[in-house]
């Protein structure tokens, strides 16, 4: 699972996007990153992660005064620089140590009608995408990962921040609450911790059989449903106690920009389940779409012209403007941020 930092809310005095970039910014001054982090980041480094905020800020404001015709590759570009500040955040290496290559291929079934179903992307073993990859904690080897084909669809179903669009088909599920508890220090405490999740619903084992079933990739079969626990809260409580070198459920929790909480399964691909980061997932779509604006501009303008059909990606890529920045963020200041539009906090 990716780190569930603390949430810190925080009203916006113009568009939510621009004070996510102006955070990021403050993030990159040398005091903030090393306290965030408690590591000292060498001149060069820091000249780098700022340099690449600075280029990608271009990137993303040249995109917002550009039509859909042509943005999603600015966007992707954008993206990419933002990767790489993270991955020389947490790996702490240099840019040469990157590379050049993106990490990621591009496959369009020209016999299909273009759709999501007939764009995909590949993994390969080097990039940034495979460094992205390296810079979270995970069950499996990033080698697993390499040579997967991913249909575009697919990636959609897992992009929580266009959940709404997708409810009867998201592979995903929304939740109330989420938290870990340490309970080592409790009386009479059997594991050190507790993973504690509230489902919306009644609390009967009917109903969690059910939450279960919506989305059989979710591995919730080590929960179980208990009555008592966090009687305040709406929704059903499940729990997992655990130690700390148990094998936990391969899936992830993550927010989006809103605060919502969501379980996301990992995807099934052949024969294989891998489970990805919503900042992967994003990524990953950002990229595809790039690649067929870039290469396939023909196909692209017909697939703008069948709103039906571009629904969703045209969503995705809208969302990702302002989620992929915050991702960032979230990870540069160890703290998850969410911002509010001008008059959406009071304060008291």
Partial sequence: MTPFFTERSLLSSEKPDREIWDLLSLNLISEHLNSATGYTY?????????TLYRQSRELFNASENTSLETSPLLDY???YMLSKIL???SQRIGIEAIGEKHGLSFHLDREKPICSESI???INSKGTFNKLLNSFNRQKSVKEYCSTKINLKELLLHDIDIYDYVPFEAKMLPV???RIRHMRNLPNATHDNRVEIRFIGKPTPETFEITKRKVPDLDLSMFHLVDGILADLPG??????YNMDDILPDFDIERNVHGEIFLIPPLQIGNKSLLFYQIEILFMISFAI????RYYPLQWVELLSDEKRLWNIRK???HARRSFPNHILNYMAEEFHNVLPPGSLKRL
């Fill in 42 to 50: 060498n001149k060069a480094k820091l000249n780098t992660m700022r």
């Fill in 77 to 79: 570009y954008s993206y």
């Fill in 87 to 89: 991955i020389i955040k």
């Fill in 120 to 122: 995909a992307i590949s």
């Fill in 176 to 178: 109330y609450d989420f």
């Fill in 236 to 241: 059903y409580p499940i729990i997992l106690d």
């Fill in 290 to 293: 790039a690649n067929l604006v």
């Fill in 316 to 318: 995705a890529i809208a």
